[in-house]
């Protein structure tokens, strides 16, 4: 009897071993499913997530969830660069929509401002000798640099105004504790920047609207050609992120459709592109 007692204890607990093993086993595979889920991305990843954190994907990632067409990408990228579009268009930005009204307002009189700058004593006398009208081939030079110039400001006045790159860094913080902490931190940087932006801006405003008013009182006859140039020169603004943004989709796409995901180079070379 005490036998049978030892054999059945006995088996009961091999029984109870085997079944812990297979519950380890188990647990083991499941780590294993959710360690290869959070490798490889699959398109529910990519629901989530808005152009400018889709464009600045890792390339391994990027291959895996981002299969955007040529267009949609193409598209992608004149949304965020195109003054008009960028502004206006709705969009998943982080971007606070005053702000981009303001930038864009603040643009436009700059590309009026340093228009005027360019107007120096050659040119008023070209102006005089054509009877005031308009010479598209002379005033050409004056154009590209004002836009240039323009340009270049209009950088700086972005990374003052807009706040998405800074709201990305919260977002890809897995931890919520340290999420938290950097939201926190990253708030007061968004706000120190926004205040030195409505500052600039207004000082910019009213220096634009002092020069440009002395400007036109003096050279009354020069109004039309001013005008006119600062016209062509947004245009020109406006037209050029549609050539400009073809060239990062001729390298990213074939990097992403790339069969054996061997193409990291050219991915590399459509994320330098793309910053132009």
Known sequence: MDGILVNTKTDLVN???????TDMKEKKKDNLHNENKE????????????????NTLDYEIACDIDHRTYFQYYFSLLKKKHLILFTFWPMDDYNLAPMKILLFIVSFSLYF?????????ETMNKIY??????????????????????????????????????????????????????ADKIKKQ?????????????????????FISCFCAVYENTQSVLISDTLISFILSMLYPFA??????????????????????????????ALI
């Not at 029984?15 to 093993?21: A, G, H, I, R, T």
């Not at 490798?39 to 889709?54: C, H, I, S, T, V």
């Not at 120190?192 to 910019?204: A, Y």
């Not at 073809?246 to 074939?254: C, Q």
């Open 113 to 121: 401002t340093i228009n005027a700058f360019f107007f120096t004593d």
């Open 39 to 54: 490798e490889k991305p699959n398109m529910e990843d990519a629901k989530g997530l808005n152009d400018q954190e889709l």
């Open 190 to 210: 968004i706000n120190i920047t926004l205040i030195i932006f409505i500052i600039l801006s207004s000082l910019l405003m009213l220096f634009f609207w002092y």
């Open 244 to 273: 400009l943004n073809l060239l990062p989709g001729l390298f990213r796409i074939p990097a992403l459709r790339a069969p054996n995901k061997d193409q990291k180079y050219k991915y590399t070379i459509s994320g330098y592109v």
């Open 129 to 182: 000798e054509d009877d005031a009208a308009f010479n598209f081939i002379y005033q050409l030079p004056q154009i590209f640099y004002s836009s240039v110039i323009s340009a270049v400001i209009n950088m700086i006045l972005k990374m003052l105004s807009l706040s998405e790159k800074k709201v990305l860094e919260i977002k890809k913080e897995k931890n919520a504790d340290k999420a938290k902490e950097k």
């Open 15 to 21: 029984k109870k071993d085997q079944v812990n093993e």
